[in-house]
């Protein structure tokens, strides 16, 4: 079974930036599609990032984080990345790493927007 650990949550002023970073336990991890999930009080869960297993296709669902957000891997630290800018009081939530495939969730890590 792997573990995902996620990192890299801060609190930042709007118009900042920072990465996320969600570790594997395991290299299976890498063979597989992965997605970033966020989500704010009171809102439902939100996937923002997916990519593929080679790293060579990435899709980011909602409008509003296409141009400021990007998703990437290194096989070699079984990691998957989100690198956020312009960041706006809205993206503010929990952040979470998740790999369908493999059943598994990272426990989340907090994105705080404001001045």
């Known amino acids: 079974q792997v573990q995902l650990v996620e990192s890299g949550g801060d609190w930042v002023q709007p118009g900042g930036s920072l990465t996320l970073s969600c570790v594997a336990s395991?290299?299976?991890?890498?063979?597989?599609?992965v997605n970033w999930y966020r989500q704010a009080p009171g809102k439902e869960r939100e996937r923002v990032a997916s990519i593929s297993s080679l790293g060579d296709h990435t899709y980011y669902p909602p409008d509003s984080v296409k141009g400021r957000f990007t998703i990437s891997r290194d096989h070699a630290k079984t990691t998957v990345y989100l690198q956020m800018t312009s960041l706006k009081p809205e993206d503010s939530a929990v952040y979470y790493c998740?790999?369908?495939?493999?059943?598994?969730w990272g426990q989340g890590t907090q994105v705080t927007v404001s001045s």
């Open positions: 395991n290299a299976t991890f890498n063979n597989y599609v």
């Open positions: 998740n790999c369908p495939m493999l059943r598994a």
